[in-house]
């Protein structure tokens, strides 16, 4: 179903495509969308995002952020459906290997991007809540008992760090890297539906869990940024209580258990590690 819609959704704004198309097919099924690529006969690639789970995500807000950061690669957008073409970007997604300073300054560029947007242009913009699908969780559970007090503790001592646009989600799977013929990195930040007005502290302590930096990397970044270390490793705690939290939103899986153990898992180690520099 979600093939066809792609399908005809890239014809109707492309019919002079419709007898060049040599491969279709689904790249990616994701939380709030299914991605298709669609390569050409003379090679041209073409990415294809079919939106779901709109009463979750805010395509208003994500046109919003259009009108304030551009997307070279963007072709055509419905803001009705959230539905989207897009230029193919070359590359692969991020590895954990590749992060080295080169890699996180390079990061540190992209995020400013979202960062540096002037205060007064961020009228129409969406800020983080926190506490966006508390509803949803099962408050029988060991792990809400256990994890949510520090969660709530955390974000009401916090609540008065400055806030920016934030692209949320600054992630392995949305920094498509490759290496040039002169052997230097490129970076290319994607997908900004997650996009609100929210602290730095949460953008990049949400990068520290999608990215599960070990601690001297994560003693790098917040150098690099001239962040206190500690309130980081917070963050990196608070967004992945907040993965959990949203995790109710999807439907019980054993796949699903596995990822909340994951999380659990990280939540543990945000913890010990803030003690370890306590201590030091």
């Given at each position: 179903m979600a093939k066809e819609v792609?399908?005809?959704?890239?014809?109707?704004?492309?019919?002079?495509?419709?007898?060049?198309?040599?491969?279709?097919?689904?790249?990616?099924?994701?939380?709030?969308?299914?991605?298709?690529?669609?390569?050409?006969?003379?090679?041209?690639?073409?990415?294809?995002?079919?939106?779901?789970?709109?009463?979750?995500?805010?395509?208003?807000?994500?046109?919003?952020?259009?009108?304030?950061?551009?997307?070279?690669?963007?072709?055509?957008?419905?803001?009705?459906?959230?539905?989207?073409?897009?230029?193919?970007?070359?590359?692969?997604?991020?590895?954990?290997?590749?992060?080295?300073?080169?890699?996180?300054?390079?990061?540190?560029?992209?995020?400013?991007?979202?960062?540096?947007?002037?205060?007064?242009?961020?009228?129409?913009?969406?800020?983080?809540?926190?506490?966006?699908?508390?509803?949803?969780?099962?408050?029988?559970?060991?792990?809400?008992?256990?994890?949510?007090?520090?969660?709530?503790?955390?974000?009401?001592?916090?609540?008065?760090?400055?806030?920016?646009?934030?692209?949320?989600?600054?992630?392995?799977?949305?920094?498509?890297?490759?290496?040039?013929?002169?052997?230097?990195?490129?970076?290319?930040?994607?997908?900004y539906e997650w996009a609100r007005?929210?602290?730095?502290?949460?953008?990049?302590?949400?990068?520290?869990?999608?990215?599960?930096?070990?601690?001297?990397?994560?003693?790098?970044?917040?150098?690099?940024?001239?962040?206190?270390?500690?309130?980081?490793?917070?963050?990196?705690?608070?967004?992945?209580?907040?993965?959990?939290?949203?995790?109710?939103?999807?439907?019980?899986?054993?796949?699903?258990?596995?990822?909340?153990?994951?999380?659990?898992?990280?939540?543990?180690?945000?913890?010990?590690?803030?003690?370890?520099?306590?201590?030091?």
């Amino acid at each position: 179903m979600a093939k066809e819609v792609a399908k005809k959704f890239f014809l109707d704004h492309f019919p002079k495509y419709r007898s060049q198309i040599r491969s279709f097919k689904k790249i990616l099924v994701g939380f709030s969308n299914q991605i298709f690529k669609i390569v050409l006969l003379d090679g041209r690639a073409f990415k294809v995002r079919i939106a779901e789970n709109n009463h979750l995500i805010s395509r208003e807000n994500e046109l919003a952020i259009l009108k304030l950061i551009e997307d070279p690669y963007l072709l055509a957008y419905d803001k009705t459906t959230g539905n989207a073409i897009y230029e193919w970007v070359e590359g692969d997604q991020l590895k954990v290997r590749f992060i080295d300073e080169e890699i996180l300054l390079k990061v540190i560029e992209l995020g400013n991007k979202y960062h540096s947007v002037p205060k007064e242009k961020l009228v129409d913009i969406e800020e983080h809540k926190h506490f966006d699908f508390y509803s949803k969780i099962d408050k029988d559970r060991m792990e809400y008992q256990e994890y949510f007090p520090i969660y709530k503790e955390l974000i009401d001592k916090h609540k008065n760090l400055p806030k920016v646009l934030t692209h949320n989600d600054i992630s392995l799977k949305n920094l498509i890297h490759s290496i040039k013929e002169n052997g230097e990195n490129e970076l290319i930040l994607i997908d900004y539906e997650w996009a609100r007005i929210n602290t730095i502290y949460w953008e990049y302590g949400n990068f520290i869990k999608e990215s599960q930096l070990t601690l001297d990397k994560i003693e790098l970044l917040a150098q690099l940024l001239n962040l206190d270390l500690k309130i980081l490793i917070d963050f990196a705690f608070i967004a992945t209580f907040y993965s959990w939290q949203l995790s109710f939103s999807w439907d019980r899986s054993e796949r699903l258990e596995k990822y909340r153990g994951k999380l659990i898992s990280q939540l543990e180690r945000y913890l010990e590690l803030k003690e370890e520099i306590l201590e030091k």
